[in-house]
């Protein structure tokens, strides 16, 4: 086990919820209300189109959700697994890399 | 190849889908839409408001079980339709609102009538979609139908840009109407889990909600309650699952219920949850809740299981195929505990503690009143097929004692505003359930606050000659309020009394609609008869003056045990507690 980076934020240890989700304007007003509607604190967000979203139909597009673990967050997932534009979700119990190369922009 | 304009093309689809009417308002941004409406074969119900045209849908949604559609034009229009799509989101009613908006390129720039509806419909549908072109509504229609119909079934919105309304597109097939998925199949471990805590329970109680009524999961109930001695209470949606008179039915749970339903809430040892989420309003304060029962937790939403509760067991699947597989898995299993004793104490609970309404047989009481509806609707309801009286009603205290009184022999009859508790909910809903299924005489009991919320509505049922008949318990004042305010404001009562009260039967009459007053005749009950059985709309003014309260009640933020009870003599109030 490695000892936490002092300098980094404490969030960035949280579990992070990885979604894949249909790419299109509307999409991130669904997560993220419904994560303020639930009154459940996200503490960072990435997302990035898929390759091989240029079809005009939309593609598809990965969110990393950065969460403070708590014990409404199977309900949470729960709830995010009912939005019609998320087609897939994985929780990250160790957290994912994308957080700490942001982290470097805060510096 | 077809060549359609996007206006053409949604009221083709809607035609594939089903859609024999639909309720709505025209303005500048639906206008495209409506043009191409003009050659349609469905009927369009002009509503005097865009939350009468709301309602309506949602009356056909919820009386037929199939989605239905409203439209309004956008900006206001779009904000007036909110108030029912978030009532429909509550509770779980599958309506696809279709909305105008101002052309793409206008977007976001403050145009004449935008607003954001999207954004507005995120946190209250259960799903929204902005077109962006025309082609893309052969995709998105069927796609609203589907999620609208599918699992728990809920609004969906679909804003509209005029310019996608008016855009043509080539394209080569329809697609297929949008039609629910199937549900999922109950999963073996979790039932043999449910049927192992069923089978050793000596104190289980079934609780069905509006998920068990809305998949017909009504006669697994009984079988299952009547085969392995389960008493059973029920939901405000969940009413009608058990006939009012059977005997192992306590009625409604929770604020309103009969000291009975909740005593025998206290005593049970499993809870069989099926198809409803366990609001504050059913359980009073969580943590005293059937504290010591386990809980068998079953909805087709797996979100609700475990979201207010964590089950022993819990079963995400269509509740009549969950009870089904339940039953098998108990028969399995053979044996079993007696639970005569369980049977007999709940018999002496009923006796003891069971709802005795004041006034019952005086049809000039409030609850005397809806005796004599119900006796007057089934008169003329219960024809040969056996489709018999709907209820709608709206909110306050004529909701609560219709909910407690009103006899109903199958699930679905009573529609009502449960979740959001929708003032102005009735005569809409009233009149979108007698056009759904005009075989049916539909009832709306209603109160003097509520009927002013969607008054307007009176002119969309005379001009449809909707069969609504309007029970209005006209008592001067917001009835549910003022009830409040005595019991929990140290009775001062503020603002919740009309001191300017309008003349009811004038004002339906100019409407054109035909009007009673009760307090003008000498025989309630024969006026009552004439009224029902003339036919279209009409309205009967019931004054209940000084009705006393609806009780028991579990004051808001109390433990289902603490209810407010009338006392023998109906005129002073105990607090009593179930275990005292
Ligand atoms: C739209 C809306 N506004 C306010 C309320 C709060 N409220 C609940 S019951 C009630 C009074 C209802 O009065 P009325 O329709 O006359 O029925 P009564 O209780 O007198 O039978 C009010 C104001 C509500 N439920 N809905």
Redesign the interface.
């Known amino acids: 086990m490695s000892m936490p980076d002092r300098n980094a934020p404490a969030a960035l240890t949280g579990t992070v919820l990885e979604l894949t989700v249909n790419n299109h304007?509307?999409v991130m007003?669904?997560i993220c209300?419904l994560f303020a509607?639930r009154a459940f604190n996200v503490e960072g967000v990435a997302c990035l189109p898929l390759p091989g979203g240029e079809d005009p139909?939309g593609g598809l597009s990965r969110v990393w959700l950065l969460l403070r673990e708590d014990e409404r967050l199977?309900?949470i997932v729960?709830?995010v697994?009912?939005?019609?534009?998320v087609r897939e979700t994985r929780v990250l119990a160790q957290g994912h890399p994308v957080f700490a190369a942001l982290a470097g922009h805060l510096r | 190849m077809p060549t359609l304009s996007g206006a053409e093309i949604i009221v083709r689809l809607l035609e594939r889908q089903g859609i024999e009417f639909l309720a709505g308002i025209p303005g500048g941004a639906n206008l495209p839409l409506y043009d191409a409406l003009s050659h349609s074969t469905i009927r369009h119900v002009l509503a005097r408001h865009e939350q009468g045209a709301g309602f309506i849908a949602q009356g056909a949604a919820r009386a037929s079980g199939r989605p239905a559609v409203c439209l309004a034009t956008s900006g206001p229009g779009a904000t007036n339709l909110l108030t029912a799509i978030a009532d429909a989101r509550l509770d779980s009613v599958p309506i696809v609102c279709l909305t105008g908006q101002v052309p793409s390129p206008m977007l976001g720039v403050d145009a004449f009538q935008e607003v954001d509806t999207?954004?507005l419909a995120?946190?209250v549908t259960?799903?929204?979609f902005?077109a962006r072109s025309p082609l893309?509504l052969l995709?998105i229609i069927p796609e609203a139908f589907r999620?609208a119909a599918s699992g728990r079934p809920g609004p969906v919105l679909v804003d509209l840009p005029r310019d996608v309304q008016t855009a043509m597109a080539d394209f080569d097939e329809w697609p297929e109407p949008g039609r629910a998925d199937g549900p999922p199949a109950p999963d073996a471990e979790a039932v043999e889990r449910a049927a192992e805590l069923l089978g050793d329970a000596r104190r289980p109680l079934l609780l069905l909600g509006g998920g068990a009524a809305r998949a017909g999961a009504h006669l697994a109930a009984r079988s299952l309650a009547e085969r392995f001695s389960l008493p059973v209470v029920c939901t405000l949606h969940g009413l009608g699952c058990l006939p009012t008179d059977h005997p192992l039915n306590l009625g409604m749970l929770g604020m309103h219920a009969s000291k009975a339903a909740n005593t025998v809430l206290e005593e049970c040892d499993l809870l069989v949850a099926v198809g409803c989420r366990l609001d504050d309003r059913a359980t009073g304060r969580l943590d005293r809740f059937c504290p010591d029962a386990a809980l068998i937790h079953v909805d087709i939403?797996?979100?609700e299981l475990?979201?207010r509760r964590a089950p022993q067991a819990s079963i995400a699947a269509d509740a009549a195929d969950a009870l089904t597989s339940l039953a098998r898995a108990l028969d399995k299993r053979g044996g079993g505990v007696s639970r005569s004793a369980w049977l007999g104490r709940v018999v002496h609970v009923k006796e003891r503690f069971g709802l005795r309404p004041p006034g019952l047989d005086d049809p000039r009481s409030a609850y005397g009143v809806l005796a004599a509806a119900a006796r007057a609707a089934a008169s003329i309801g219960v024809r040969a097929d056996g489709r018999d009286v709907l209820v709608a009603t709206d909110v306050g205290r004529h909701q609560m004692r219709t909910a407690q009184v009103w006899p109903l022999a199958g699930p679905g009859r009573l529609l009502t505003s449960g979740g959001l508790g929708t003032m102005g909910f009735g005569l809409p809903a009233a009149i979108g359930a007698a056009l759904a299924e005009p075989g049916h005489p539909v009832i709306c009991v209603s109160g003097d606050g509520s009927l002013l919320m969607n008054v307007q509505e009176l002119a969309t049922a005379v001009e449809q000659d909707a069969r609504v008949k309007i029970l209005l318990m006209d008592n001067g004042c917001l009835g549910l309020v003022r009830q409040q305010q005595e019991l929990f404001m140290d009775g001062r009562v503020f603002a919740s009394r009309f001191s300017a009260r309008a003349d009811y039967v004038a004002l339906a009459r100019a409407f054109g609609m035909r009007a009673f007053d009760l307090s003008e005749h000498g025989d309630p009950e024969a006026a009552m008869a004439e009224a029902f059985a003339a036919s279209g709309p009409c309205l009967i003014r019931c004054p209940v003056e000084d009705e006393p309260h609806v009780l028991p009640m579990v004051p808001p933020g109390a433990a289902n045990c603490e209810m407010i009870c009338e006392t023998e003599n109906h005129d002073a109030m105990e607090v009593a507690h179930v275990h005292a």
């Open positions: 304007p509307g007003s669904h209300g509607r139909s199977g309900q729960s709830q697994e009912k939005l019609h534009d | 999207y954004g995120i946190p259960k799903h929204c902005l893309e995709r999620i939403d797996a979100s475990g979201k």
